[in-house]
């Protein structure tokens, strides 16, 4: 079996629905948030899942610091912003031996975890900040 | 051949995609988004069974207060869903209890109880922070 089989038969044991968003993109809800599982015909063994904030203002900062912060304390999940949303991903490397709905259980745990601290500070900076320009000052306190 | 009240609902759960299970005590049960959900038949002839997500949080050290604060909350304002916790006061459930008149009327009712159970432990755990916080503000 592939790794986008193993995966989406461990999900469907987990109790998940899954969607074909695209031939290599499905989607999955977990704790009202819509995840994106990403495979990669070119890498075999290859897993990614995502969670895709909009930010909608192209010229905010404070995402910027913020995806830093996730990535300097956050293990597996990294953060980085894309035109106008910010990212959260967790992609590794699966092995023929996983033990497939613990590990893919774990890393939507990861995530799922990372989307809540995400959205509390994404709620915080709002309120507090409507123009936070990155300066060496403001990311030596981030 | 007429089926009884927990095959019917074994029937409506695969039929949504998940898959029933029965334990060694003769519970149903299913995983749905990774949690574990029972199910419940209700008294003979009544039609009224009730979905259950046990354990969903676990209850820490003097707490307790802050979590039956939650709980009435979260009972009071989601409507459909009661929240309580355990005789030992060490873990949370959540139960959506229904009547149902025909299978069509099983199925959305099973559908309403699972969008709610999607979200419970996201809801229970932004309410008790909140009481938490007002709490500390006070």
Same mark, same amino acid.
């Given at each position: 079996?592939?790794?986008?089989?193993?995966?989406?038969?461990? %999900?469907?044991?987990?109790?998940?629905?899954?969607?074909? =968003?695209?031939?290599?993109?499905?989607? /999955?809800?977990?704790?009202?948030? %819509?995840?994106?599982? @990403?495979?990669?015909?070119e890498d075999a063994g290859f897993f990614g899942l995502y969670y895709c904030m909009p930010i909608?203002?192209?010229?905010?900062?404070?995402?910027?610091? =913020?995806?830093?912060? /996730?990535?300097?304390? @956050?293990?597996?999940?990294?953060?980085?912003r894309s035109e106008l949303a910010l990212w959260l991903a967790y992609e590794r490397e699966m092995f023929e031996k996983e033990e497939w709905q613990v590990t893919v259980s774990r890393m939507i745990e990861f995530v799922s975890t990372a989307v809540a601290d995400v959205k509390q500070a994404f709620l915080e900076c709002a309120a507090q900040v409507e123009n936070v320009h990155v300066t060496d000052s403001n990311l030596q306190e981030a | 051949m007429i089926m009884t009240?927990?095959?019917?609902? +074994?029937? *409506? &759960?695969a039929d949504l995609g998940y898959h029933p299970q029965t334990d060694e005590d003769g519970v149903l049960h299913f995983m749905f988004q990774m949690k574990t959900v029972c199910v419940i038949p209700g008294d003979e002839g009544e039609q009224s069974p009730a979905l259950l997500l046990p354990n969903f949080a676990e209850i820490a050290e003097n707490e307790?207060?802050? *979590?039956?604060?939650?709980?009435?909350?979260?009972?009071?304002?989601? $409507? &459909?869903?009661?929240v309580f916790i355990n005789d030992t006061y060490q873990m949370v459930h959540a139960s959506y209890e229904f009547y149902y008149c025909?299978?069509?009327?099983?199925?959305?009712?099973?559908? $309403?109880?699972?969008? +709610?159970? +999607? *979200?419970?432990?996201?809801?229970?755990? $932004?309410?008790?922070? $909140?009481?938490?916080? +007002?709490?500390t503000n006070k």
């Amino acid at each position: 079996m592939t790794t986008k089989e193993h995966v989406l038969e461990a %999900l469907h044991a987990l109790g998940f629905e899954t969607k074909m =968003l695209d031939g290599d993109t499905y989607g /999955i809800h977990y704790e009202g948030d %819509l995840l994106l599982c @990403r495979f990669n015909e070119e890498d075999a063994g290859f897993f990614g899942l995502y969670y895709c904030m909009p930010i909608g203002d192209e010229e905010a900062q404070w995402p910027v610091l =913020l995806a830093n912060q /996730i990535n300097a304390s @956050r293990n597996y999940v990294k953060a980085y912003r894309s035109e106008l949303a910010l990212w959260l991903a967790y992609e590794r490397e699966m092995f023929e031996k996983e033990e497939w709905q613990v590990t893919v259980s774990r890393m939507i745990e990861f995530v799922s975890t990372a989307v809540a601290d995400v959205k509390q500070a994404f709620l915080e900076c709002a309120a507090q900040v409507e123009n936070v320009h990155v300066t060496d000052s403001n990311l030596q306190e981030a | 051949m007429i089926m009884t009240e927990k095959e019917l609902l +074994a029937k *409506v &759960i695969a039929d949504l995609g998940y898959h029933p299970q029965t334990d060694e005590d003769g519970v149903l049960h299913f995983m749905f988004q990774m949690k574990t959900v029972c199910v419940i038949p209700g008294d003979e002839g009544e039609q009224s069974p009730a979905l259950l997500l046990p354990n969903f949080a676990e209850i820490a050290e003097n707490e307790t207060h802050l *979590v039956l604060a939650a709980c009435n909350q979260l009972t009071r304002e989601t $409507r &459909i869903i009661k929240v309580f916790i355990n005789d030992t006061y060490q873990m949370v459930h959540a139960s959506y209890e229904f009547y149902y008149c025909d299978e069509d009327c099983l199925r959305e009712n099973v559908k $309403r109880a699972l969008d +709610a159970f +999607a *979200v419970i432990r996201t809801m229970y755990a $932004r309410t008790k922070n $909140r009481l938490q916080e +007002a709490m500390t503000n006070k």
